[in-house]
């Protein structure tokens, strides 16, 4: 502990502005917004954007058959898909923007979006 000696109370305010200033920042930029729409995309191409204050239900269409997709009450998921794991089901309800279920096998993806844009890991 003998590099504490190094600091001065300069030192010190610097860091703890720093940490405040990180801190008040963090839910800044995470903040997204209200769910307004979900966008499908089917073999990476746009299929449609869906309105989520109107609830409804489409299919899909991917190489391995029908995804249905189900929209209540402002949030979206997927109810059911032909592939194997099932891991887009079982995501279960979409509601928050930037939120994403992938169907990877019949190459089908919903994604909630919001006012703003969202930001996640990749995008830092």
Known sequence: MRWLAFFRPGDWLTIALGLTVCAASFPLAWQAGVAEKAVIKRGGE?????????????????????TTIAVEKRRVRVVSDPGSR???VRQGWLARPGEIAICAPNQVSVQVQGGKETYDSISY
């Open 46 to 66: 746009l299929f449609a954007e869906i309105d989520l204050a109107r609830d409804r239900r489409i299919d899909v269409p991917g190489p391995l058959g029908l």
């Open 86 to 88: 099932q891991y887009c």
